[in-house]
């Protein structure tokens, strides 16, 4: 069986610059498909209307294009193909795999709260799971997927490993809202899977959300891509990278005169290894670049090195 092409993709949300994280995730994936001669996509994940900019959205082009970062055809919005998202919702529930669910929040929440209160720790289960659709009324509704109640969900990660989830601590999650928009998790497997995406690299801070997107492959029955977590960058004190470190976008970088090739080769030195080398060139990045190379602890930010 011969394999499928690699498809790799970088999915920023569109809420400000393209800071030094999401640049780093965007040239592991960018490389891995150069080195494997696949394709390289961008999804733009542009769902949150209230936060979501034009001016934002162009920052992450213009941060891409100074590190010479481009892509294969056109930039996907994640926020057009709502109408597929929710197809596929309710293709799930034509399936069984997913049901109808009827609670309203405060509904949700009050169920919650007593199982807390009644030192339950297993995962959410509608009592809609199982009702025989005679007794669904005529209201509005959420579609949940049905997660297994028993067994384990298991991620074979090229970074971190083998991890597994026990089933009963996963939620049936809600894939479409009774106001027929989509979540996030349904909207990401969704594109991955039409997009063609057969590598998922991107910070492990997503780590446990593959675990539930899983929920959505195996309720359609497709095939789940490969997963690549990669620590996230921490500031020299150790601590997750933020605001408080000082500049963070790539704009802010560009604007201080650091070359793209400096800023390229740091960051593929934040967190990829290659041998004792330092210092790479774009075409030595691409033929060394492989995900056995990414390192399973943080990398800390040395603005220091970038002098």
Not at 135 to 162: L, W
Not at 191 to 209: A, F, P, S
Request: proline share 5%; glycine share 8%.
């Amino acid at each position: 069986m011969t394999e499928s092409p690699v498809v790799t993709r970088f999915a920023p949300s569109p809420t400000g610059n393209l800071h030094i994280g999401g640049a780093r995730t965007a040239l592991f994936n960018w490389l891995y498909a150069r080195h494997a001669g696949g394709s390289f996509r961008l999804r733009i994940e542009d769902t949150d209307r209230a936060r979501s900019t034009p001016e934002a959205k162009e920052a992450i082009f213009t941060g891409l294009n100074w590190l010479g970062i481009d892509w294969d055809g056109k930039a996907v919005s994640q926020f057009e193909r709502a109408g597929r998202h929710a197809e596929v919702a309710r293709e799930m529930l034509a399936r069984g795999s997913a049901y109808k669910c009827f609670l309203d929040q405060e509904e949700t929440a009050a169920l919650r709260d007593k199982a807390q209160s009644q030192g339950e720790r297993c995962a959410f289960r509608s009592p809609w799971r199982d009702a025989p659709e005679r007794d669904h009324p005529d209201a509005p509704y959420a579609i949940r997927v049905k997660a297994p109640s028993e067994g384990e969900a298991r991620i074979r990660d090229k970074v971190q490993g083998d991890v597994t989830i026990r089933n009963d601590q996963l939620d049936d999650m809600i894939v479409l809202r009774s106001d027929g928009t989509p979540v996030y998790m349904l909207a990401v497997v969704v594109d991955d899977h039409d997009m063609g995406v057969t590598h998922v690299i991107r910070g492990d801070d997503h780590l446990n959300n593959a675990a539930r997107q899983m929920l959505v492959y195996n309720a359609m029955g497709w095939h789940a891509p490969a997963w690549a977590h990669v620590p996230l960058i921490h500031g020299e004190d150790g601590k997750k990278l933020s605001k408080r470190h000082g500049a963070l976008g790539v704009q802010d970088w560009a604007a201080m005169g650091y070359p793209a090739a400096s800023m390229r080769n740091y960051l593929l030195r934040l967190g990829w290894s290659h041998g004792d080398d330092e210092i790479f060139t774009m075409d030595e990045a691409t033929a060394w670049f492989d995900l056995s190379g990414l390192k399973k602890s943080p990398a800390r930010l040395d603005t220091k090195k970038l002098g």
